[in-house]
């Protein structure tokens, strides 16, 4: 019984998220003349992949509760490399604590997916702090 409530969870997770990074962005009508606005944020807390969010084995999270909850996505970095748009995000979980990840687009304006991995930020011999958005040259 376990398995096949985690297993419906599991396909209604996915389907939500997979709609939300297919989803194309609408222009707003109003604007002025210097750039436009748009409907939807690029990104957003529901953004990064189920994997992170998620322990989606059966056997150890058989409820399928969300193990890193995910607060907010902010203070990108922008970069056009190769024809894409890439943004450096810091994302904040519940727990008030950030990392960092990369999302990628196409148009710029919508479809954002985060790679697999968050950045591996070293330190230095003095720890940093206060490390909140990230400049991309």
Known sequence: MKKKLFLKRLKD???KHQQLLARKNKQRKSGNGIFD?????VLTAKHPPLFWRYDLNPASNPYLLERLGINATFNPGAVELDGKIYLAVRVEGNDRKSFFAIAGSKSGIDRFRFWDYPILMPETEVPD?????MRLV
């Not at 606005?37 to 944020?41: E, L, M, T, V």
């Not at 702090?129 to 958005?133: E, L, T």
């Open 13 to 15: 997770l996915n389907q």
């Open 37 to 41: 606005r748009y409907k939807y944020p």
């Open 129 to 133: 702090i206060n490390v909140y958005d």
